[in-house]
């Protein structure tokens, strides 16, 4: 485990401490079996954003992402309709073509990713618009039934996005994809000037984000048994929130997908000892908007400090 897991898995411990402390409630064995299964959905989520933040990018269609996976299988998955595995099918090729065609944009273009994934996200939320013509969509039983279902106790979500941040983990820092990866990331003109072509890198890292967000979106669909047009929204914030907790730099290179689960994790206690005080979704939305401030002013300070070490010791 690498630094910035360590210091995601100390700010957990800490939360879950002053959780305990503050609001005995908050860290019930009811309170948390109601906080896992969203902890895990803004994991996978959050997994996505990494991946992209890792390029030095940003990704603002998660929201429309989520919000058309689960659309589509609930309307599509259906005995009556494709079936499930054939609507799942279709909410993962759906989200690789949205974000091909945001990283094509970024990659070929030089187009700011804020600017593309907004317009991207509106795009989405149209074809959600359409498609449910402004009603909501019932998801299919068998789903619904496995999404709110446990397994030893657990929720079999939180297996799911167990298997995903390991798996993940694996690719991203034991294969040879994997480091080219965090390489382009880090210096772009280095990998090129290796041979590495920085632009598939680019967006493979797009067209992941908008895969796990569909992911997101199916298992949310099946969570909640119904879709709305704002499925995705409340996971946007979170999912840049947790990349900032877990570590990793905002100004691309490596990264820990382990730590952005922890940080996902520490933001599903949070929002548990919020809900404690107060049910307004604006004063969790501040809290976790401070918290990504106070990371990139920390992460910027910390990358000056240590550019500065540096600097001092090839002089020395």
């Known amino acids: 485990m690498g630094w910035p897991s360590i ?14 402390a ?14 896992l299964p969203f902890a895990a959905f803004t994991a996978i989520a959050a997994l996505g954003q990494t991946l992209v933040v890792q390029q030095a990018g940003l990704d603002l269609s998660i929201a429309g992402g989520i919000s058309l996976g689960a659309l589509l299988v609930a309307k599509y998955g259906a005995a009556g309709g494709l079936g499930l595995a054939s609507a799942i099918v279709l909410a993962l090729a759906a989200a690789a073509a949205a974000g091909l065609a945001s990283g094509s944009a970024i990659a070929f273009f030089g ?31 068998s789903l619904a039934s ?7 106790g657990l929720p079999n979500v939180l297996y799911i996005a167990l298997a995903t941040v390991l798996i993940a983990q694996l690719l991203l820092k034991t294969t040879v994809l994997g480091r080219r990866f965090e390489l382009v990331g880090a210096n772009r003109r280095a990998a090129h000037a290796a041979g590495i072509r920085t632009r598939r890198y680019t967006i493979a890292a797009y067209v992941l984000s908008a895969m ?4 997101t979106g199916v298992m949310l669909a099946g969570y909640l048994s119904t879709t709305t047009l704002t499925t995705g929204d409340s996971y946007l914030l979170p999912s840049v929130a947790a990349v900032v907790l877990g570590g990793t730099a905002l100004t691309g290179g490596r990264g820990s997908l382990t730590g952005t689960a922890l940080g ?27 918290i990504i401030g106070v990371g990139i002013v920390l992460q910027l300070r910390l990358t000056a400090w240590l550019r500065g070490r540096m600097l001092r010791r090839a002089k020395a």
């Open 212 to 215: 796990f967000a569909s992911v």
């Open 22 to 35: 503050v609001s005995t409630p908050s860290v019930s064995r009811t309170a948390l079996l109601a906080m």
């Open 146 to 152: 496995f999404s709110v279902g446990r397994t030893l």
């Open 264 to 290: 996902a994790l520490f933001l599903g206690q949070l929002s548990q000892l919020v809900q404690t005080y107060t049910q307004t979704t604006a004063i969790q939305n501040i809290v976790q908007a401070a």
């Open 7 to 20: 210091r995601a898995a100390a700010a957990v411990v800490a939360m879950f401490a002053i959780s305990a």
């Open 111 to 141: 187009l700011p990713p804020l600017v593309v994934t907004i317009g991207v996200n509106a795009i989405l939320i149209g074809f959600v618009q359409s498609l449910s013509g402004g009603y909501s969509a019932q998801a299919p039983n």
